[in-house]
């Protein structure tokens, strides 16, 4: 236990370093990055989302970005985004757009973040589609849910997400009821004034949130890869008679991709969240840092180069 918190703070850690991070978008997808993120280009996305349709799977697509501190790469991540938008339309995958306002500019100024999702926002509209706010750090936690909030007095094709291992999950939560939540535990190094430690108590309160928002009736995005937690939920969804059209289960490209098969065999909805692009660094650190698996899967990427 001790060393996998020490893996897990290391990890997270070098996740936040700017110099290791620009360095990586020169490296080019290694370190078994590779498995993980689905190319650096709209094309190589696209091609991974159709193969992903064949076997069943819906997908989400997110341009990865980190560290945007500069006006001119918020607007080039949001003309990146709404171009990636024209491709899902074009290519007539099911797939829909998850996105961080930092990479949008919430760091540099709120309004033009909130100007650069409502162009997104509008162009999903435009094209039926729906766009994924995620939830980053706790220091961004508010303004994330101030825009969201914005945007959802003018929108029904936005959502976002919510962190149970943060104290103030729960009141965040029933202030969303009736809207699309994404249900996750929580990837970011946090202090424990704002956040649980103990993962006893986050996986409870994880599985508290998801059903409080199923029984309001809300749509639920259902972000793990804990098939302890998936088979509570199958059971409590079906003694709670909740349709399946009311929530769908989620996990990231290349983990456990056969349970994911496995659940939409079963008829549930199963979407995978797909990243692409060059920053990938920052991802990929937080991805090792969940679960020592991932360090063993990363090694076995590096020895294949």
């Known amino acids: 236990m001790i060393v996998e918190k020490a893996s897990r703070q290391f990890f997270l850690y070098l996740s936040k370093n700017k ?4 360095s990586a978008k020169k490296w080019g997808l290694k370190f078994g990055a590779s498995n993980v993120v689905a190319g650096e280009t709209i094309s190589s996305v696209i091609e991974v989302v159709k193969k992903l349709n064949r076997e069943g799977l819906i997908c989400t697509v997110d341009h990865l970005g980190e560290f945007v501190l500069n006006k001119d790469e918020a607007i080039e991540s949001t003309e990146y985004c709404i171009k990636t938008l024209e491709a899902i339309d074009q290519a007539g995958v099911n797939c829909n757009l998850s996105l961080k306002l930092t990479q949008l500019g919430l760091d540099i100024d709120r309004e033009l973040c909130l100007n650069n999702i409502r162009r997104i926002v ?3 509209k435009i094209y039926n589609n729906f766009v994924r706010i995620d939830m980053e750090d706790h220091a961004h936690c508010q303004d ?3 825009i969201f ?5 003018d929108y029904d094709n936005v959502g ?3 962190q149970a291992y943060l ?3 729960e009141e965040d939560l029933k202030d ?3 809207t699309s939540v994404r249900l996750i535990k929580g990837a970011y190094k946090e202090s424990p004034e704002v956040c649980y430690q103990d993962q006893k108590t ?3 309160n994880y599985l508290h949130l998801i059903k409080q928002h199923l029984l309001n009736g809300s749509y639920t995005a259902i972000a793990t890869h804990d098939h302890q937690i998936i088979n509570n939920l199958k059971a409590f969804t079906e003694e709670s008679n909740i349709p399946k059209e009311q929530f769908e289960f989620q996990m990231l490209y290349g983990f456990r991709t056969e349970l994911q098969q496995e659940i939409a065999k079963e008829g549930y909805t199963m979407r995978i969240y797909v990243p692409y692009g060059n920053d990938w660094y920052g991802y990929f650190m937080r991805r090792l840092a969940e679960r020592p698996q991932n360090v063993s899967f990363a090694l076995r990427g590096m020895l294949k180069k």
Do not use: P
């Open 19 to 22: 110099l290791l991070n620009n």
């Open 122 to 124: 509008q162009m999903a």
């Open 144 to 146: 994330t849910l101030d």
């Open 149 to 153: 909030n914005d945007l959802r007095q």
């Open 160 to 162: 976002t997400a919510i």
């Open 167 to 169: 104290h103030r999950a």
């Open 176 to 178: 969303l009821e009736g």
């Open 202 to 204: 986050i996986d409870e």
